[in-house]
């Protein structure tokens, strides 16, 4: 069954005013509803222009945007698009806008101009799912990088959006927390929810349904994690996944039973546990 598209970029450019070269030089992309994809590439590569793209923060210079059919070049259905897509950033001192945790997840809604109970409703949901319930009366500014990440994520989610945009926010996670909210993504893909989720740590790209590679502001290659893992990602440079590296080094070191590297896929499995 064809699902449909949330985004599709079709040959997509964009010149930041004043810069000598495009950021995004004709993208070609369509990501469908109930998808997880991981977007990665180099730094300046245009993962984070193509994000403000899809948010319809940023209008092609050429190409069109369409989400969920929305051609972002159409003004009056802009506010539709933000409702529909819910972009996280990176660093989340630049989207904390309450002093209080729940106060700050409530923002969202409060400014759908939502019902009370509706807001409340939200609120517990978005907390529970980011894990941070036990903090909801905390300060947000006192809170680390890490849960300050997380409470970014509970805002977007109070919005109940169609689609996530995920800017390199769990880059402030320790390791446990990555886990946490890789285990969050996972459930709220389960609840039907289309993830892209833009990333430099090649271990995060483990759990997607599909990797997609920017190179100079085009879609270079577009597959599964297992292709993507067996081989793919040395061709652009990517760092090996801790879990793969670990795998080399014991066949390395004869100490893998068989005395071959298994199959991306059979390590995936295992790294996954
Ligand atoms: N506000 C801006 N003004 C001018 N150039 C920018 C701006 N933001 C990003 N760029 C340039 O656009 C290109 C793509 O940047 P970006 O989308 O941030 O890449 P990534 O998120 O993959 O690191 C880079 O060359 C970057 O220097
Ligand atoms: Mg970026």
């Known amino acids: 069954m064809d699902r449909n598209p949330i985004f599709s970029l079709r040959g997509v450019e964009y010149t930041y005013p004043g810069a000598s070269s495009p950021a995004l030089r004709g993208l070609d992309l369509e990501i469908s509803e109930g998808e997880w994809v991981a977007l990665v590439g180099a730094n300046g590569s245009g993962k984070s222009t193509m994000a403000k793209i899809c948010n319809a923060l940023l209008i ?12 972002t ?14 972009l996280v950033f990176q660093n989340p001192d630049d989207q904390i806008v309450a002093s209080i945790v729940e106060e700050d997840v409530a923002f969202g809604p409060e400014n759908l101009g939502l019902p009370s109970p509706e807001i409340r409703r939200r609120v517990d949901r978005s907390l529970e799912l980011a894990g941070l319930t036990a903090l909801r009366r905390s300060g947000s500014f006192s809170l680390s990088g890490g849960q300050k990440q997380r409470l970014a994520l509970a805002g977007a989610l109070a919005l109940e959006p169609a689609a996530l945009l995920l800017d390199e926010s769990a880059s402030m996670l320790d390791p446990e927390g990555r886990l946490s909210f ?3 993504l996972g459930s709220l893909k389960r609840s039907g929810m289309t993830i892209v989720q833009i990333t430099h740590r090649m271990e995060e790209a483990i759990q997607s349904d599909r990797v997609v590679v920017i190179d100079s502001g085009r879609a270079v290659w577009d597959g599964s994690p297992g292709d993507f893992f067996d081989g793919e990602y040395e061709k652009w440079s990517f760092e090996e996944p801790p879990g793969i590296a670990l795998y080399r080094e014991l066949l390395a070191r004869g100490l893998l039973p068989g005395g071959t590297l298994p199959d991306a896929d059979s390590m995936l499995d295992a790294l996954c546990l």
């Open 60 to 71: 092609p210079t050429q190409g069109h945007c369409f989400v969920m059919g929305c051609d």
């Open 73 to 86: 070049r159409d003004e009056a259905l802009v506010p539709a698009i933000r409702r529909s897509v819910a």
């Open 182 to 184: 890789l285990s969050c």
